[in-house]
């Protein structure tokens, strides 16, 4: 009996040591209300039940705020995210993470424009956009203190979005609609004919890079049958080959049956050397947002399994998951490490 407390004294000790490199880690995320207003929060991990609001929920007219498609700059000093209701004109705006408040419009902003998706360059000095600015649904990189703009990087009636600069910034994967449905691309940060990465007929989202340069996280349909990775041999569609090398990154994958009866969302994750494609998250709900932390050991992301979405975070050594947000009204969305990268 005398030695009850000190067993249960050693279980907290190593329960709180599992814990202890999640602790001291933040994650920016946003929360959207069922009104239509979705606002920035911080969430310390070591505290999940208590998420902050960074800006107001009402914009300086009272409207309610409308955030999305936040990103962080690798400082983490800065969030860029679009500020417009879905389907309206969208507009970037910037916020200071550690002085929660005031938005700052960004950039030489159209009126009539719909700009949004920002993704910022590894040395923090372009933005990579998505614009209707050109008459057309295009990729663009702007100078990311003043908004000029340094390169259009598509100009065509496909649908591109979700730019993610590659670590290295020798270019950017990006998602096209050119060919029916949503694939991964990839082009050289100085423009060239872009190389496809995925080839099927659903919906391929989402890609980020993971720290190593190497490996792409996507957001994938499952359509109900398996992902088929192509044999290296099979031909790639040219282009950014000085960027990405010889091996060119690719993969090929099985026609889809016509319909796809439940839109299932998974996680995969590319090898963009070997071709090789591996599911990481996985369940009956749609899992998406995917977000390496800076020493890509944690993968976080949003999920609809329980019902609405909450954010969630997966620790690519260990293999364990953990619901970080746990919210029913409101979908908690785009989770950011809040870290310097
Ligand atoms: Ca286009
Ligand atoms: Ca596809
Ligand atoms: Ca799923
Ligand atoms: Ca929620």
Redesign the pocket.
Known sequence: MRFRPLLVLLLLISVAASADDLAGRRLLFVSGEADGAATLMILDLAQPLLPRPLASMCDEDGAPLTASQATLSPEADAVAFRYGAPGGSGRIHLLDPSVPGELRPFGNHEADADEGMPDWSPDGSMLALISDRGG????YVVDALEGELSRRL???????SDPAWHPDAVGLAYV?DADGDEEIYLTDALGGAPRQLTHNTWADLDPVWHPDGRRLALVTTVPGEKLVPASPSAPDSGGAKAAFGPESPYVDIETAPATVVVENRDIVMLDTVDGSLEFVVSSPGSDIQPAFSADGRYLAFASDRSGDYELYVYDLETGFLKQVTFNSAADDLNPLWLEER
């Open positions: 057309t649904v295009d990729l598509t100009n065509d009636d496909a649908r591109e096209g």
